[in-house]
């Protein structure tokens, strides 16, 4: 199935959701959105495993929304590539250059996400 703008706009939503409080740290939010094996290399180099990131204890989160510089990419049907910039709200330490990996089985599940650290 090819992408269309309804898909690039649900992407938006959920790699936004990502970055919202009530969302980011509800345990069953988290658990439906990463698919199984997900995987992310963090800013830091850290990887996380679906596992940390279902369980994460609630912290500040520091960024402007909407996501800056966002793109999305078809890379095989049901398999969406997503590139965004974070910038922190407080200042320009923590601006990341993110990409992530998106799959459509019965709705949209993240796969992968890496970030690296940008100046703006």
Known sequence: MTLDHTDELTLQALEESMWRPETRFDRAYMDAILAPGYVEIGQSGRVWSR????GLAPVTIDVSLPLGRFTVTEL????AHVTYTSEPLHGSHGAALRSSIWIRTD????CFHQATP???
């Open 107 to 110: 709705r949209w599940r993240l």
């Open 76 to 79: 095989a049907p049901d398999v």
């Open 118 to 120: 940008t100046a703006i």
């Open 51 to 54: 596992e940390d990131e279902v």
